[in-house]
T-cell receptor, first 114, second 115 residues
């Protein structure tokens, strides 16, 4: 079972560069989300999606874009990277109709912006 | 809105000691409660869950009871091992209606178990 797959695992960007963090899940979950994890801050929700074609902002959406063209994929785009976006990023998926709706997480992408 | 509060600071204890991590919550609707664990360099994994009041979730020797009267979901383990060293997150999911299925996380507690 692949579950939730994130790529890349590590990335270094220069300020102003753009990139896309990839996230794919094979569990047919409707709900997908992106979090960033920073020391002392816990997990903060960036964007989420409740299904293909539907996305919404979380707590810290500025500087990030998302789209959801398929159920399986939910990429996160940084249009112009800033040092404040240095963080570990996690993608998660869940199913609102699946009972306790626990989230399944990817292994994370460690991003450094210099 | 939904929120989760975990006790402040890391937890350091000796092997075979008793572990408690406090978690309290505020939620609308009918929340489900979770504990996630994050081992070094890895993503979060579900440790245990409870979906209604008075439910007890358990896994790998860890337990937590859903207490609606005190809005709490404290994590306990009777005898910790070095391999339990990790970061532990309390979380809740509450959706009175479709589209509001968002997990709210606490800030996490680093647990360090010393041999």
């Amino acid at each position: 079972n692949a579950g939730v797959t994130q790529t890349p695992k590590f990335q270094v960007l220069k300020t102003g560069q753009s990139m896309t963090l990839q996230c794919a899940q094979d569990m047919n979950h409707e709900y997908m989300s992106w979090y960033r994890q920073d020391p002392g801050m816990g997990l903060r929700l960036i964007h989420y999606s409740v299904g293909a074609g539907i996305t919404d902002q979380g707590e810290v959406p500025n500087g990030y874009n998302v789209s959801r063209s398929t159920t399986e994929d939910f990429p996160l785009r940084l249009l112009s990277a800033a040092p404040s976006q240095t963080s570990v990023y996690f993608c998660a998926s869940s199913s609102p109709w699946g009972g306790a709706t626990e989230a399944f997480f990817g292994q994370g992408t460690r991003l450094t912006v210099v | 809105g939904n929120s989760v509060t975990q006790m402040e600071g890391p937890v350091t204890l000796s092997e075979e000691a008793f572990l408690t991590i406090n978690c309290t919550y505020t939620a609308t609707g009918y929340p489900s409660l979770f504990w996630y664990v994050q081992y070094p360099g890895e993503g979060l994994q579900l440790l245990l869950k409870a979906t209604k009041a008075d439910d007890k979730g358990s896994n790998k020797g860890f337990e937590a009871t859903y207490r609606k009267e005190t809005t709490s979901f404290h994590l306990e383990k009777g005898s910790v091992q070095v391999s339990d060293s990790a970061v532990y997150f309390c979380a809740l999911s509450s959706w009175p209606s479709y589209g509001n299925n968002r997990l709210a996380f606490g800030k996490g507690n680093q647990v360090v178990v010393i041999p």
